[in-house]
């Protein structure tokens, strides 16, 4: 769902004031420290009620300030979020939400900043929550069966750190198995499907490189999770936590048996992080008639220039609402017979500007 006009109030460095956005492009220019980023994390947070900077959403306010105020005109809704030092408030068309999924179901967005590139070396849970996202957005089960089983997870690990009430254990393992077997099988198909789009789409960002794509279940080929539950038993109680499950889980990446992390260059890791991007980002275009908010961060300094053309050039093709932010006030050539908006940042004031 595209975000069409924006107003902030103390948030970070940022001055107060209204923007209004492009459906598609916006670029956002500024020096180091001028409040590019900041403005990304608004747009982000309004959306998810959470910061790709921060887990504790209060060191958004400003710091001379007790709260700040993100307000913003979506296709379709209006949303509002206050952060004060001890609560936070949502609302939805002036209603006041109590789930946070409410909001976050109603805006994919996804961020692409130096961090993205932990997806291929950094740890499992990076490559799990990338596969969830596009799951989370698309399958309308998903968030139910989710929910279950974190439930029985923590009930289950909380009986092996207390080691009381252990007869109960095969109860909650009964209550594990439904929903991460459900969830099992969907990471399963996603992860087939994010390959195929990569094959299909995406293969010239990656300049010859092959890459495959493997869903890896986090307990042994040869057994069921059940058994495998069963056969840890001990171990778990010694331990104190559940050693096998779908939290266990992760998505192999190799390119000629290898593992893209070990033997790529930096620059062709970062293609490949890219590209799995954009084929999840498409997997979700192509189940949602609105677009979804792409924020990239300082692309330039990641990328050379001939990745940043394929980049470009692939994500024209695609229904995203970009916000793309650059040292430099230049628009990358792929873009530039394009309609789109333009912003430019000095010591947290924002100025549209106008270019003819
Ligand atoms: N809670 C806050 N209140 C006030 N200022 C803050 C707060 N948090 C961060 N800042 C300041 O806001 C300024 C803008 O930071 P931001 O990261 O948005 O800059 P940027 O334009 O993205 O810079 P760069 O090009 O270096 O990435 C920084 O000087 C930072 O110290
Ligand atoms: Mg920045």
């Excluded at 924020?295 to 695609?318: F, G, K, N, P, T």
Aim: glycine content about 4%; proline content about 3%.
């Amino acid at each position: 769902m595209a975000i069409r006009q924006l107003s902030l109030t103390d948030f970070r460095n940022l001055k107060s004031t209204a923007l209004d956005f492009d459906r598609r492009y916006n670029f956002i220019s500024g020096d180091n420290g001028s409040g590019k980023t900041s403005l990304l994390e608004a747009i982000f947070v309004l959306c998810q009620a959470q910061s790709f900077r921060t887990h504790q959403l209060k060191q958004c306010i400003n710091h001379d300030k007790s709260e700040f105020l993100l307000f913003g005109r979506f296709q379709g809704y209006k949303a509002g979020l206050a952060r004060y030092r001890d609560k936070l408030e949502i609302r939805i068309d002036g209603k006041a939400i109590k789930r946070r999924s409410e909001l976050v179901k109603k805006a994919p967005i996804k961020i692409v900043n130096a961090e993205s590139f932990v997806l291929v070396d950094g740890a499992p849970a990076n490559r799990r929550s990338f596969l969830d996202w596009c799951m989370f957005h698309v399958e309308p089960d998903y968030a139910e069966f989710w929910h279950q089983f974190q439930h029985a997870l923590k009930q289950r690990n909380h009986i092996l750190k207390s080691k009381r009430d252990l007869d109960l254990l095969d109860y909650w393992d009964r209550h594990l198995l439904e929903p991460s077997l459900e969830l099992n099988r969907m990471r399963q198909r996603y992860s087939d499907r994010l390959q195929a789009t990569v094959r299909d789409q995406f293969t010239e960002i990656l300049n010859g490189v092959p890459l495959a794509i493997e869903y890896l279940q986090g307990w042994p080929r040869d057994k069921t999770l059940a058994q495998s539950l069963e056969d840890r038993r001990d171990r778990d109680i010694r331990a104190g936590f559940t050693g096998v499950g779908i939290h266990r889980d992760d998505l192999e990446l190799t390119t000629q048996g290898r593992k893209v992390g070990e033997v790529l260059s930096r620059g062709q890791s970062k293609r490949v992080c890219l590209v799995l991007l954009m084929a999840v980002l498409q997997l979700v275009n192509n189940t949602n008639s609105d677009p979804v908010i792409l924020l990239i961060d300082d692309l330039h300094s990641e990328l050379d220039r001939d990745a940043q053309e394929l980049v470009y050039r692939q994500l024209i093709q695609m229904d995203l609402q970009l916000f793309i932010s650059n040292i430099e006030l230049a628009v990358p050539s792929a873009l530039e017979a394009k309609e789109f908006k333009m912003f430019h940042v000095e010591h947290g004031i924002i100025k549209p500007r106008n270019f003819s």
